[in-house]
């Protein structure tokens, strides 16, 4: 008998559907319906003609009873079916297996919205656990309804490491930092007031560069050199001589004249012993005062924050969201910190970052924490190599040539050429 086009096709329809093809039925009726349905442009001829095509079939196929029927897929199912999404909505539950080889576990993950990441231990012999995730300081409720800061996971590791380098590499901030210039043979009230005239220069510049104004102020004024007296009888056109080579030397110049005649007139000559004293000095800051305070008078009672701790902190994410300004980071520092280590914090940041953990160009190659994987933000290190560099400096009184290594980044092949050659 002859087949019809349209029996074909539902034959196949269902074949992939039933369990076995020796089982494979028709479901025309179903089919004729489902047509019916969804083509309203048909002809009465046309449909007469699919009738007639039905009628024929039916007169060959078994007899069936409507359990077995509806115990199998109705074609109309098949066709009504909306295809899934090949893209994975959210909220639905995510599994992922991580596979790397040198541990006897895989860690499988299951990850869903509102819900804590679990973790599942299969068996295997190529698989490794899969690294803890850092946190930054965060705040928790202890059972008193009180607000605690939970301080960053691993900050001991990270901040004992630091110290450790910082012992083998010897910074700027160590010979030439604000609290070593002050001159020893002077009174203590004097070398305050010398700490004080450090602070404010060191805005904007270098510690070398910093260092040598404060030489010239020791040496250039009359004896006994940098006091509050020779600066009240100074010409602000000469401490601007003197002081020109430090950043906005300008500014601090009118700020160092204005303050020395407050600290005449206010504070009895001497630099105030109080963070609101300080701070209303001109060109003083919350990161100059606490520093003062602490240097000059002994007292630490803040962090001093500059632009290496500010910048570093944020590279290690120990700060939640990362802070825009300093004084943001003195707060979040200052919630959590020992206060043992709110006067260090400062001089062994800033070490760091001056030998290690540069602004531009950072060394992560040489340093530990990117070796035990304790800094979120350390890079692969390029390919260098040492080079020497000719200065002329003057020794003495005489011009002499200084030989420096320095560090330039190169390809790996020009390297191993300039090497070689």
């Not at 001829?45 to 060959?60: H, M």
Request: hydrophobic share 35%.
């Amino acid at each position: 008998m002859r087949t019809s086009r349209i029996s074909k096709q539902t034959s196949q329809a269902l074949g992939s559907f039933s369990p076995s093809k020796a089982n494979t039925r028709r479901r025309t009726r179903s089919v004729a319906a489902s047509i019916g349905s969804n083509a309203p442009n048909w002809s009465p001829e046309q449909g007469s003609d699919l009738r007639a095509e039905v009628a024929n079939d039916l007169q060959d196929e078994p007899s069936e009873s409507p359990n077995a029927i509806g115990a199998s897929v109705d074609i109309e199912d098949f066709s009504i079916a909306k295809p899934t999404s090949k893209k994975r909505k959210r909220g639905q539950d995510n599994t992922g297996i991580a596979l790397t080889g040198t541990s006897t576990n895989i860690v499988k993950t299951t990850a869903s919205v509102g819900k804590p990441n679990t973790k599942v231990e299969i068996d295997s012999p190529k698989a490794k656990i899969t690294k803890e995730r850092r946190q930054p300081a965060r705040k928790t409720v202890n059972d008193a309804g009180e607000v605690e800061i939970q301080p960053p996971s691993n900050w001991e590791q990270i901040y004992d490491a630091v110290k450790e380098m910082r012992k083998t590499v010897l910074a700027p901030v160590d010979t030439m930092g604000c609290e070593t210039l002050a001159d020893d043979n002077l009174s203590e009230r004097d070398r305050r007031f010398q700490t004080l005239i450090a602070l404010m220069l060191s805005s904007q510049t270098k510690d070398t560069t910093n260092a040598i104004a404060m030489r010239n102020l020791q040496t250039v004024l009359p004896y006994p050199g940098l006091t509050l007296e020779n600066i009240l009888a100074v010409d602000p056109v000469k401490l601007n001589e003197l002081i020109y080579v430090v950043g906005f030397h300008n500014n601090k110049t009118r700020y160092i004249k204005a303050t020395a005649i407050i600290l005449r007139d206010n504070f009895n000559g001497d630099i105030p012993d109080t963070i609101e004293g300080l701070i209303s000095l001109p060109g003083v800051g919350p990161k100059m005062a606490y520093l003062c305070l602490s240097a000059a008078w002994g007292r630490t009672e803040g962090i001093g924050v500059d632009v290496h701790v500010h910048r570093i902190t944020n590279l290690w994410s120990w700060h939640r969201p990362k802070t825009q300004m300093p004084e943001q980071t003195r707060a979040s520092l200052e919630s959590w910190l020992p206060k043992d280590k709110w006067h260090e914090i400062n001089h062994l940041l800033v070490g760091f970052g001056q030998t290690i953990c540069l602004p531009v160009g950072r060394r992560c190659e040489k340093c530990t924490l990117s070796h035990k994987k304790l800094c979120p933000s350390a890079v692969k290190s390029k390919d260098r190599k040492v080079v020497e560099k000719l200065k002329n400096e003057v020794v003495g009184g005489s011009l002499a040539k200084r030989v420096e290594d320095q560090e330039v980044t190169v390809k790996a092949e020009n390297a191993d050429n300039s090497c070689s050659s």
